[in-house]
């Protein structure tokens, strides 16, 4: 891609959209207990995107990530660091159905269903993360633009740092985030995965599942 594509304008208006995700806010309590008495239900799912780890709480979707054919072992690693004190219960048949739902091409238009996504966060990265709800499938929003809209414009560079730490991929859309020049630039889970989600949002195809 170059940064005369199309589907990578350098900024995005953000709209007031339908309440397809909801941020759960952890409480200072469940924070400081680093999981204890949590229960996450959780498990390795294809994706049109390749392989992705997905974690369900009782108050929604904790975690979301992508990684490579023979990465599960870390990925399982790194989403029992960020809950360590958690009870984890492995369910690959609950983690495919969920993949099934949240990446199922309607929902990109017209989603059918809303999600509670349950997240630890600072302040500031709690308001980046609210204006990346904002962001329509099909747009892009550079990280000056995106820093505005959080309400700090000149903290691009923090608004990158937010970006990065996002814990639930794809849900909370990190990805349609683009350099100023408007290319896509890097991302948490790989440039070449980055890409093809942008494409695959921009075209509203469901490249089918593979992992």
């Known amino acids: 891609m170059t940064p005369t594509d199309p589907g990578l304008s350098v900024h995005s208006s953000l709209h007031e ?3 397809h995700v909801i941020l759960v806010v952890a409480t200072p309590g469940e924070i400081r ?4 008495g949590l229960t996450i239900r959780a498990g390795a799912a294809a994706c049109p995107f390749g392989c992705c780890l997905i974690g369900e709480t009782a108050r929604g979707i904790c975690h979301l ?6 990465s599960r072992t870390s990925a399982m690693a790194e989403m029992h660091a960020s809950w360590p004190q958690a009870e984890v219960l492995w369910d690959d048949t609950h983690a495919a159905r969920l993949a ?3 990446f199922a091409p309607s929902m990109l238009e017209r989603p059918s269903a809303s999600w509670n996504v349950f997240v630890r966060g600072t302040p500031f990265q709690l308001r980046v993360w609210r204006a990346l709800l904002r962001v329509p499938a099909g747009s892009r929003i550079s990280y000056c633009h995106l820093a505005a809209a959080a309400g700090h414009p000149t903290a691009a560079r923090a608004t990158g740092s937010a970006v990065g730490k996002n814990p639930v991929a794809f849900l909370i859309p990190c990805h349609r985030v683009i350099r100023e020049n408007g290319t896509p630039g890097l991302y948490r889970w790989g440039a070449l995965r980055k890409r093809a989600m942008l494409a695959w949002e921009s075209a509203g195809i469901h490249a089918g599942p593979h992992c």
């Open 65 to 70: 990530a992508f990684f490579d054919a023979g």
């Open 100 to 102: 099934a739902a949240i």
């Open 33 to 36: 207990s680093r999981g204890m």
């Open 17 to 19: 959209l339908p309440a």
